[in-house]
């Protein structure tokens, strides 16, 4: 019987990444009749999703249920996260501090601490903020070739130019209505797409992994990468493209009259691939102060195998290799492209939100300058920050933490 429970929370999972909040929940809710590690592992899906959905005041009900599982860290973690989401931040704090000291489980350990450092950097005590962040990477982020992802960025940036030349192998059609949301990751990628999915013929479908295999796929079979991209069979690439879009519009539900969104974070962004397998494809880049990137970057707890996230100094790399290369690629691919300013976004919303809306052929609704009102869930670090109306509160925060930046050249950044 357990069989059947643990298939039913694996679909309640996939439902849950798909953003998918109903269907997920009755799946797991399904689950909370097993017996044994299935019926606690539901519980704490049920808790996770409900969490994400913001429905705070079910998932207080959910919790008090099962408190036969209170000795567990993970469901001592959503009471916190809970009491968070409720506005009781100073009884989440004892929480969280038992947990980074008490738990064994490093993964839930370091979503504790950085869970901790959110509420010191909002209770304005950023050094120990800042500190307790440091401390917890040297303790779990692992270490990063950085210099190994520059490279990787100024080799595609040298194959996209000499591709304008020598002509890279593309799809024997150009795709419809589809377009990339591209940007470092706290650059506000997030909250650009909720603002373009209340589009009415815009349809975000987050984060999407098949951009990084059509990578890998033009590289075994092109005898190599990025020099695959010119001699990989085009039927390889209509089938990839095919793929592609059978993903985004059947299972992510994209009618055929919207257009899909897919946020690509960098550096999972593959301009190269798109370029050769989604011909006619659009991208909008944004870009943010660097020094608030690589502050909200350095305090948030990403998986620890994206090293380069641990260190101000490493950070920093990685932003100016993605400034000076990410640009020259777009161009050189000939990938209509429009680049849209973080503050800018902030401040004039409806000004800002125009050049991407034209390169998409759209007009400006209103719906998109209250982002707050969707009902779709974000399976990002920013879920929060997006179910709120746009605000002012992340610029400049860097400068609460200036003291740290005394050694980078981020610290002269003039935009």
């Known amino acids: 019987m357990n069989t059947d429970y643990r298939q039913a929370l694996d679909s309640a999972l996939a439902c849950h990444r798909a953003g998918q909040t109903d269907e997920a929940l009755d799946s797991a809710r399904r689950c909370l009749d097993a017996s044994g590690e299935v019926r606690d592992e539901a519980v704490i899906v049920v808790g ?29 973690l959503l009471q916190a996260r809970c009491k968070v989401q409720s506005g009781n931040s100073g009884a989440a704090r004892p929480i969280l501090e038992r947990i ?12 504790a601490t950085f869970d901790l450092v959110k509420l010191l950097d909002k209770a ?16 779990s982020t692992h270490k990063f070739p950085v210099e190994l992802l520059e490279r990787a960025l ?21 795709v419809e209505r589809t377009a990339f949301l591209a940007g470092m990751p706290r650059s506000g990628t997030s ?3 909720q603002m373009l999915d209340r589009h009415s013929s815009i ?54 009259d919207c257009w899909s969104l897919d946020k690509t974070v960098f550096p999972m ?25 690589a502050t909200s970057l350095f305090l948030s707890n990403f998986d620890p195998s994206w090293g380069w996230t641990g260190s101000l100094a490493s950070i920093e790399r990685v932003l100016t290799a993605e400034r000076a290369f990410v640009p020259v690629i777009l161009e050189s691919l000939n990938i209509p492209s429009v680049e849209v300013q973080y503050e800018h976004l902030i401040d004039s ?13 759209e007009e400006l609704e209103e719906d998109c300058l209250r982002p707050e009102d969707s009902a779709r869930v974000v399976m990002t670090l920013s879920n929060e920050q997006v179910r709120s109306p746009i605000n002012r509160q992340g610029i400049g925060r860097w400068q609460n933490y200036k003291q740290y930046f005394a050694n980078s050249s981020l610290l002269n950044f003039e935009s």
């Open 48 to 76: 996770e999703v409900l969490l994400r959905a913001g429905r705070t005041q079910e998932l207080t009900g959910h919790l008090d249920r099962f408190r036969d599982l209170a000795d567990s860290p993970k469901w001592r």
């Open 100 to 111: 980074k000291a008490e738990c064994s489980d490093r993964k839930i350990a370091r979503a």
């Open 124 to 139: 304005g005590e950023h050094e120990s903020a800042w500190q307790t962040a440091a401390e917890e990477h040297r303790r």
């Open 154 to 174: 100024l080799v595609t940036a040298q194959a996209a130019q000499q591709a304008g030349r020598l002509k890279i192998r593309r799809a024997s059609r150009d």
């Open 191 to 193: 909250l650009l797409e």
């Open 203 to 256: 349809v975000g479908v987050g984060e999407n992994p098949l951009p990084g295999r059509m990578a890998d796929a033009i590289a075994a079979e092109g005898r190599g990468w990025p020099a695959g991209a010119q001699s990989v069979p085009v039927s390889t690439l209509d089938s990839w493209q095919d793929r592609y879009t059978e993903f985004v519009r059947l299972q992510r539900g994209v009618p055929v």
């Open 269 to 293: 962004f593959q301009p190269l691939a798109v370029a050769a397998v989604l011909p006619g494809a659009r991208v909008i880049r944004i870009v943010r102060d660097p020094r608030d990137t």
């Open 349 to 361: 919303p409806r000004e800002a939100l125009s050049p991407a809306l034209k390169l998409l052929g």
